[in-house]
Each structure stands twice: as structure tokens, then as C-alpha cells.
């Protein structure tokens, strides 16, 4: 079979992905703004959770159609490449200041979150009931993170929220209407781009697992990518980090929990010892990152950017390998 049609599948899925995602976001945003949602519960729910929208539709279209591996490598593969690829290059453009009290809180909740999704991978598999486990988990940091937003008024990223609402203001109309229309497309655009990734996937012989890991993670990562850089032109680096964070919680909750409770998943034993642990080894040298050894806020240098990048340089090249052998 030709591979055209296919990759133009990626291609425009990918296309479509990025701009719905981006409609979704806006319109989501502004109608909680409508409502009087506090801004900093906007900062960390909506657009935080938001920008993963790509990654819980293209894993609950591939669970569905019978594509599990598909489902796994997107949440994980994107929760390393918003860590080593996005944070690390924004790091390397401008040094990240980190001022808000909620990155200390949600960032030792994100290391413990992979630790009991590496619990549950160590058995080789995630069962119906491991998704729900993880769902009802989501619910519970749900209900914590409208908690702290209410209660955190005063915060940086309340602030860096209320300016991006600011720059984009929108009737509530509006905001419902590009909300439907950005869910929509999120859904067609993902069934066209898990059916171009499956197609190449079996015409080359590679597992629909390294597929979700790099083409589709990288994917369904550039919301992120384009908020980070968006918001790294305005000096808004908490918002850049609450929006990492967001995202990583939503990946291994929502994302993992959905997609293992519509089909369980069979787990190769190297997402255990090779994908999960570099994410959780990112995780924890985020943590280090923002905290320093003795929990005070702090900066993520250029350094320390460059090491990100070249991690994920190299972890990809591994991928690669593993394929090309």
C-alpha cells in the first residue's frame, strides 16, 4: 500500500490537532472567565489540563480502536518531551524564574503520581481497574486544584493568567461556540492522525508503541510548545510551568486512566525500565530544578536547559535505533 495517504494523515491531523486544541483552550478559558472562575484556577486547570486535550482524544480514539501501545507511548512520551524538549528549550531562550507557590506543591504530586503509575506497570499491564484507580485519582487532584485556586488569590500565576485572559477577550458566545467547534475537530483531526500513525506503523513493522512515543507525542505536545513560547515572549514563567505541570497530571491520570478503561492495556517491559523511568527521573530533576536541595524557588539556567534538550536528543536517537537495527 502507498504511505501517502497516510503521512498526509499525520500531517493534517497534526495541523488540526494543534489549531482545535488551540480553539478549545481559548474557549474554555474564556467561558470559566464568564462564570467567575479566580484566574489562578484557570492558570492550573484550564489551560494547564487544556493543552492536553490532543493527548486524552488521539489515546481514547486508539484505545478504542484496538491500539493500546498507541494510547501508553502518547501520555508518557508527552509528559518526557514537555519536560526535556519544551522546558529544556525555553530554558535555553530565556531562563526560567520560578515564583509560585503552586509549582512546589504540584510538582512532589506529579513525582508521586508516577510513582504509583510505575506501580501499577509491574505486573505488565494496566487492567480496567487500573484506569479507573487512575481516574478516581484525577478526580481527587481535581477537587485539590479548585481548593488552591480559590485559596491562592494572590499568587504569580493568578497574575500571569489574568494577563493572557486580558489578550484575548471573547463574548461568551464566542467562547461556547469556538469551545464546540475546537472539541469537534480535536476529535476528527485524532482519528485521522492514530490512522495515519497506525498505517505507518504496520507497513514499516514498528510497534504502535514507539509511534506514540515520538511522532504522536511530539504531536500532541505542541500546544505546549506554542504556549510556552507565547508565554516566554511576555516573561510568564510561571505560567510556562503550571502549564507543564498541568499537562504531565492530566498524561498520567486522565490520559493513561481513559484510554486503559475503554481497552486494558498489555505493558512490554520497557516502558517500565526505560519510558517511566526517564519520565520520573525528569520529573524528579524538574523538581531539583525549581526548588534547589534545600526547597527554596528558584531559577532553571540555560545549563540545565541544554542538559534537558540533550537528554531528550537522546532518547530519541535510542528510539530510532531500535527500529533502524
Known amino acids: 500500500m502507498t504511505l501517502v495517504p497516510a503521512f498526509a494523515a499525520i500531517i493534517a491531523g ?20 464568564h462564570l467567575g472562575m479566580p484566574s ?5 486547570v484550564i489551560i494547564g489540563f487544556g493543552t492536553s486535550a490532543p493527548e486524552l482524544a488521539v489515546s481514547a480514539i486508539a484505545a478504542l480502536e484496538g491500539n ?22 525555553v530554558a535555553l531562550i530565556s531562563p526560567i524564574a520560578v515564583h509560585s507557590q503552586v509549582v512546589r506543591k504540584e510538582l512532589p504530586l506529579l513525582l508521586l503520581l508516577a510513582a504509583i503509575a510505575g506501580y501499577q506497570l509491574l505486573d ?12 478516581g485519582v484525577f478526580a481527587a487532584v481535581m ?13 504569580s500565576l493568578s497574575t500571569e493568567a489574568e494577563t493572557a485572559l486580558a489578550a484575548h477577550p471573547m463574548s461568551l458566545k464566542a467562547a461556547l461556540g469556538w469551545l464546540l467547534i475546537g472539541l469537534v475537530l480535536l476529535v476528527a483531526s ?13 507497513s514499516f513493522g514498528i510497534s504502535d508503541l514507539i509511534i506514540g512515543l515520538t511522532i504522536v507525542a511530539i504531536g500532541t505536545s505542541l500546544p505546549e510548545l506554542a504556549a510556552a513560547i507565547a508565554a516566554v515572549k511576555k516573561n510568564e514563567h510561571d505560567l510556562i510551568l503550571g502549564n507543564i505541570l498541568g499537562s504531565g497530571i492530566f498524561n498520567t491520570l486522565a490520559v493513561v486512566g481513559l484510554a486503559a478503561s475503554i481497552h486494558p492495556l498489555t505493558v512490554d517491559p520497557e ?12 520529573t524528579a530533576a524538574l523538581l ?8 527554596r524557588l528558584r531559577s532553571i539556567n540555560r545549563v540545565e536547559g541544554g542538559i534537558l534538550v540533550i537528554t531528550y536528543v537522546a532518547y530519541t536517537s535510542y528510539l530510532v535505533s531500535t527500529v533502524v537495527r
Not at 490537532?17 to 474554555?28: K, Q
Not at 482519528?191 to 505507518?200: M, P
Request: hydrophobic fraction near 50%.
Open 190 to 202: 485524532s482519528r485521522l492522525l492514530v490512522w495515519g500513525a497506525v498505517s505507518i506503523a504496520q
Open 40 to 44: 489562578l484556577l484557570i492558570g492550573m
Open 271 to 282: 516502558v517500565l525500565y526505560r519510558d517511566w523511568m526517564l519520565m520520573t527521573a525528569l
Open 288 to 295: 531539583v530544578m525549581c526548588l534547589g536541595l534545600k526547597g
Open 68 to 89: 493500546p501501545g498507541l494510547a501508553l507511548g502518547n501520555a508518557y512520551g508527552s509528559n518526557i518531551t514537555n519536560i526535556a524538549l519544551i522546558v529544556g528549550l
Open 124 to 135: 505488565g499491564e494496566l487492567s480496567r481497574t487500573d484506569g479507573w484507580v487512575l481516574l
Open 14 to 33: 497534526l495541523t488540526l490537532l494543534v489549531w482545535s486544541a488551540d480553539r478549545f483552550v481559548d474557549g474554555a478559558a474564556a467561558t470559566a472567565r
Open 143 to 155: 477537587g485539590w486544584s479548585i481548593v488552591q485556586g480559590y485559596r491562592g488569590k494572590g499568587d
